[in-house]
């Protein structure tokens, strides 16, 4: 997809998240809407995924670390074709089986249930050590939130990653600086998260997390690398990005909008949608 | 002569042997592989075994990784690290998926001995079988061990293991018509006023214990529960209607182990008096093990006291 296609299906996957945020009344839009251009041009450029055999032995996989961000993540995997759209109506209904965290069983194109943080990262490096293991030439992506990184198994999960070589594996870093409690800064600080990677003998890349085209050339970049080592990409995002009352509020980690706000949100977002389609 | 082994011994024994035969095996071990004994695994297949440091919550998530991509991992390390520091690992990565990671706990209970409390895991089969869907196993000699191994292999799903430390005598070869089955227990001696069920080191301890009592004149059966969850409801129910009560006894906390299963699942279906041996609502301590046990009053002597309990209570 050129940069513009990809601005049309990341606003549709934002439309989404929305929606079915608004219809369940719950879920984690802030962190959705930060991740989406990221997860956008990775399942739509990049990963080698076939929807009609989401278990194919072969494939990328992708681990969603900050399972709390699953709407994003169905709405990419509904829009590349894993499932219908209408699916994510029942997003965290008991009418349905599509949880409120990443579900891997019930959820075609999900290849890890996640959801409490720090775990998806270590999952991933079992992927990726499978695949050093059977000489595939699979890529395992791993998304992580920055307040995530507080957890200290991410960093037991990346001393093991440079331990085994694993440069099959990225790691990327929604940075948005938020987290529920309030700014990172506030609640425990992270950076320098570069330095710490570094450090772990990780290859560093950052990259701003809604520009299209930087974050196609980021995910080549990250797969160029082969010095033994894994990738992570620190990637400056804006949380809430796509409709303007959510951006760079704390408040919109976790809650619903309310039906007028929600009306608000798909306008601006409709209005996006046509100017870019226009 | 019996053979005298360690639980662990005969598990690492087991996992080089059956390497071959089974090549998704894949065994993870967490900086402790001399005493887990899975260091003879990594020296014979270096390519499939993984030493994650000490990092055991990472350990878990990387089998939990592995086996998505169709390897069989045995994680393994403490059972205090296993089930206690790692178990939401265990619970979120491992069993909520339904993923296929065996998950060994060494050193269980209080015959870790000397290096006292803080590594003497007396809530592992609790905290495992609260888990939904999760296998919980304590196989009580070498022999049993063997055939766990094996029957893990071949069973898909997420389960939990504990291995003993001490070296124990092997009784289970012996029995007439002795048979391996998950989920089933084993009746090791037959018995009319009284039954003693029983899990790893405490079965040969009520071996022993039902052959003096048998000088007594009580008639105690003997029943090896290997497998903590899913309780064998079968065997349970006919030995408390055919003997009337019922001694649970196990190296774990009285809370939430075999007896605390074996009284629930009683009380439903058939009062009956169940009396629980094992340690009771107290950390362990420092000391060569069989002193450790004694003081805790893990024996036959100690079986004995409760099953004159229960003698009492069912009349």
């Known amino acids: 997809m050129d940069k513009k296609q990809l601005a049309i299906t990341a606003t549709k996957a934002r439309l989404l998240a929305l929606d079915m945020v608004h219809t369940a009344a719950s879920g984690h839009i802030g962190g959705s809407l930060s991740a989406l251009d990221a997860l956008t041009v990775l399942y739509f450029n990049k990963m080698r995924v076939d929807p009609s055999n989401p278990r194919s032995l072969g494939r990328d996989r992708f681990v969603l670390s900050k399972g709390h961000c699953s709407p994003a993540l169905y709405a990419t995997l509904a829009l590349r074709g894993f499932f219908p759209v209408e699916a994510c109506k029942l997003f965290r209904s008991i009418e349905g089986h599509m949880s409120g965290h990443a579900e891997m069983h019930h959820v075609p194109g999900v290849d890890m249930s996640t959801g409490s943080l720090g775990q998806g990262i270590s999952v991933a490096v079992g992927m990726a050590l499978a695949g050093k ?37 990225c790691a990327i870093i929604d940075h948005n600086g938020l987290q529920i409690d309030g700014s990172n800064d506030e609640v425990m600080p992270i950076m320098p998260l570069d330095k710490k990677f570094e450090a772990f003998n990780w290859n560093v890349l950052t990259v701003n997390g809604h520009d299209y085209e930087a974050l196609d050339a980021v995910y080549d970049r990250a797969a160029s690398f082969n010095n033994g080592r894994p990738t992570v990409i620190i990637m400056e995002t804006i949380k809430g990005k796509g409709v303007s009352y959510m951006e760079n509020d704390p408040g919109w980690h976790g809650k619903a909008p309310n039906d007028e706000q929600y009306a608000l949100a798909v306008a601006e977002l409709e209005a996006y949608l046509k100017e870019l389609e226009g | 002569m019996a053979e005298k082994i360690a639980t662990r011994g005969a598990y690492g024994e087991a996992i080089v042997a059956l390497a071959e035969k089974y090549p998704a095996l894949v065994v993870l071990d967490a900086d402790l592989s001399g005493a887990t004994m899975t260091k003879a695994f990594s020296k014979a297949y270096p390519e499939r075994f993984f030493n994650m440091g000490i990092a055991e919550a990472n350990m878990m998530g990387v089998a939990a990784g592995l086996a998505t991509c169709g390897k069989m991992p045995f994680t393994n390390t403490f059972a205090m690290f296993a089930a206690g520091r790692a178990f939401e690992q265990v619970r979120n990565s491992i ?37 939904p869907g999760m296998l919980v196993l304590n196989p009580c000699d070498g022999h049993e061990m063997r055939l766990a191994v094996e029957a893990l292999l071949n069973y898909e799903g997420p389960a939990y293991m504990r291995l003993g430390r001490l070296a124990v005598e092997t009784v289970t070869d012996t029995i007439e018509g002795y048979r391996f089955e998950l989920g089933k227990g084993v009746t090791l001696r037959d018995g009319s006023d009284v039954t003693i069920a029983a899990t790893g080191l405490t079965v040969q301890m009520a071996l022993t214990a039902a052959q003096q009592l048998s000088g007594e004149g009580i008639s105690a059966r003997v029943l090896d529960m290997h497998t903590i969850k899913p309780l064998d409801t079968e065997l349970i129910l006919k030995a408390a209607q055919e003997t009337g009560c019922i001694v649970t006894s196990e190296e774990h906390n009285i809370y939430n182990g075999l007896g605390s299963a074996v009284a629930a699942y009683l009380s439903e279906v058939c009062p009956t008096p169940v009396v629980r041996h094992g340690v009771e609502d107290v950390f362990g301590r420092s000391g060569k093990a069989p002193a450790v046990l004694e003081a805790y009053g893990i024996s036959p002597a100690g079986i004995i006291e409760k099953v004159k309990k229960a003698l009492r209570l069912k009349k």
């Not at chain 1, 990184?149 to 099959?168: F, H, I, P, S, T």
């Not at chain 2, 909520?96 to 590594?119: F, Q």
Request: glycine residues 12%; contains cysteine; proline residues 1%.
């Open chain 2, 95 to 131: 069993a909520y998926p339904r993923l296929n990671v065996k998950v060994i706990g060494s050193h269980g209970g209080l015959s870790v001995g000397e290096d006292g409390a803080t590594h003497q895991c007396v809530e592992d089969f609790g905290t495992m079988s609260t888990i």
């Open chain 1, 133 to 169: 293991v059977d000489a595939k030439d699979y890529r395992v992506y791993t998304l992580l939130g920055d307040g995530e990184c507080q957890e200290g198994q991410v960093w037991e999960a990346a001393m093991a990653a440079a331990k085994y070589k694993l440069d099959n594996l």
